[in-house]
């Protein structure tokens, strides 16, 4: 324990699963006892507080007041433990903190228009993972290749790449498979979303592993449960009996072996 | 050519900077990039600590660290006597996009 670890979590195209499984994975990482932070750093169009059960009236401070020196990082970090504690019979015995990206229209159009200071988010996590005494730092990204996607691939110790099974997304998958080798992520795992019941998992997850060289951490099937409980709450706390859940534990305990 | 002078050649031939962006890092050559991107995930390096791992001469790599700051891909501050190295990012940029929806947000702002 102890040893703040930057896990960031990316998609090349959008709605493969990143915000859920970044925050099951980060649930269940508290719920074995370390002191976890999970991180919006999709500035443009934020999302993960919703799986948290945030909403912006709840969010006072947020990264952009950071970026633009309106606080300290640390002021940002929301603790989770009461509201994902709330979901389950699970009892999560470490620490969950958010810090959210704002939700007000012309927060997300100052940063688009004015920029920021890169140098500031990147000294954002380090100060994060002091303050906090944080085990992990969860980066939930943009999908696509912009400035903090980049960024959060060339300082994370380990990077988990979501597709799903789609000639698109493989595409996709290869490009930020090749960045995150020349940026030298030490350990990389990919994970599969959304596959149809009638594809034979295992076979699916060899294809992937052989055509992009790097090992699969799971492969979550496409779930009518999940999709009903629209990122309204963390899935794997509140179904764990349910298979997808039993994945999500399955990438947590290969995470926690890795890194 | 040995490694060193390869990278100190590809520094020399580079444009001073105000920092740089992470997608830089990506055109870099193999070497330099190797060293760059180690300074950036591990937040900070010494000379010493960044010739361990490249396994080069730390006066070499003092040299290359030194060469990186005056060209604006680095910066560094003295901690205990020590000189620390970090990656100099540039400002992300703003974009320009039609002038009526920045006004627009504006207003939803100034109405809450
Ligand atoms: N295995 C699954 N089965 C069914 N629905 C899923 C599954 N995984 C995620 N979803 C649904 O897909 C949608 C997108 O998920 P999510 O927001 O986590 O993706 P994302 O990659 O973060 O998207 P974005 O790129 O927009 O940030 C949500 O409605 C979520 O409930
Ligand atoms: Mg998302």
Redesign the pocket.
Known sequence: MGKGKIISIH?FR????????TANVSAQFAAKGYRVGVIDT?IQ?P?IHVLFGMNEEQIDKSLNDYLYGRCKIQETAYDMGARVGASGDIEISGKIYLIPSSLRAGEIAKVLREGYEVGLLNDGFRSLIKELKLDYLFIDTH?GLNEETLLSIAISDLLII?LRPDQQDFQGTAVTVDVSRKLEVPQLFLVI??AISSLDFADLKKTVESTFEAPVAAV????ED??R???SDIFSLRFPDHV?SQAIRDIAAIVEAAA | MGIFNRIQNEIDDRENREGITPADLLELSMGLRRLMNRITREGDQTAEQAAAYMGLPADEVEDMLNNLVAKGYLERELEQDVWVYRTRFARKRGRDVPVGIWSALGKQVKDK
């Open positions: 998609s959008g709605g493969t699963g990143k915000s859920n499984i999709d169009s999302g999908p979501i979303n959304k979550l099937p496409l779930s999940m999709a409980l629209a990122s997808v």
